[in-house]
């Protein structure tokens, strides 16, 4: 759920409602840039109150969720891993960075883009692949577009060597689920993120990929991944199996059912 419902509506779900559950990934208490709203608050608050359980996207939702929940589950963001197949050329005279997402969220991109233009000034065949709705301009950057579609995502991402997350840190974003991580990671991407929210607990510095607070982290961050073949692989496995392991439909099913036969065991 990405917003909650009127009172008067979830009243009547609730009066119908065997067993209601009440699952979001978003910080729907909020405004989309994270200012406090006194009647998303109190909606919020209702309709976890009146929930049976809660299923929330991340620690932190949980724990705005904890107070007024009876019962609570963490229960992350999952995706298709059947889709990603890692059966995909990538281009060999270029270093391709990858940034998936939507005009909406075109403001984080361009927070990085300066690192990003410092890093192709000392590494010239680096670029940046944006699969979106919107591009993006640079005389410093080689920029690629892609338009996004469903059919060619999972295929667009495994062609590209390094996937980015740049992310500010506020209440909101605080929220999110870290959708572009999970998927980087299950094309088999090293993932560099801002260490905001969950990316900062998905993405294990040095292991699946590294967390860059700044632009001179940032530059060195993709430096070394730009130098190093065998990191870049075996960072990308080890993503793909966290992603494999902890989000994919399946792991996620399997924690819906056991949650819901607890609950209505009670």
Avoid at 2 to 15: C, E, K, Q, V
Avoid at 57 to 82: E, H, Q, W
Avoid at 130 to 146: C, E, G, H, M, N
Wanted: with cysteine; glycine share 4%; proline share 4%.
């Amino acid at each position: 759920m990405r917003r909650t419902y009127s009172y008067p509506f979830f009243r009547l779900l609730r009066f119908a409602a065997k067993y209601l559950v009440f699952d979001y990934d978003d910080a729907v208490f909020q405004k989309d840039q994270g200012q406090r709203s006194d009647s998303r608050e109190r909606s919020f608050t209702r309709s976890v109150s009146a929930a049976d359980q809660v299923w929330a996207g991340n620690n932190y939702l949980a724990a705005r969720a904890r107070p007024f929940a009876r019962k609570i589950l963490v229960l992350p963001t999952s995706l298709d891993t059947d889709k990603y197949d890692l059966c995909v050329d990538k281009e060999r005279n270029y270093l391709d960075l990858v940034w998936i997402g939507s005009s909406s969220t075109k403001e984080h991109l361009k927070s990085v883009l300066p690192a990003l233009e410092s890093a192709a000034s000392v590494i010239p065949a680096l670029r940046l692949k944006i699969i979106a709705d919107f591009t993006l301009q640079s005389d410093k950057l080689t920029i690629v577009p892609i338009r996004w579609s469903e059919k060619r995502e999972a295929q667009e991402l495994a062609a590209a060597h390094v996937g980015i997350a740049p992310l500010p840190d506020n209440l909101f974003t605080r929220g999110k689920c870290a959708l572009k991580v999970i998927q980087y990671m299950a094309a088999g991407l090293p993932v560099i993120s801002s260490p905001t929210g969950v990316n900062a607990e998905i993405v294990e510095h040095g292991v699946n990929g590294f967390l860059a607070a700044g632009e001179q982290e940032w530059l060195a961050a993709i430096q070394r991944l730009v130098a190093d073949d065998a990191l870049r692989n075996s960072m990308g496995k080890a993503g793909r199996k966290r992603c494999f392991d902890n989000f994919s439909l399946q792991s996620t099913f399997r924690k819906m059912i056991a949650s819901l036969e607890n609950g209505l065991a009670d």
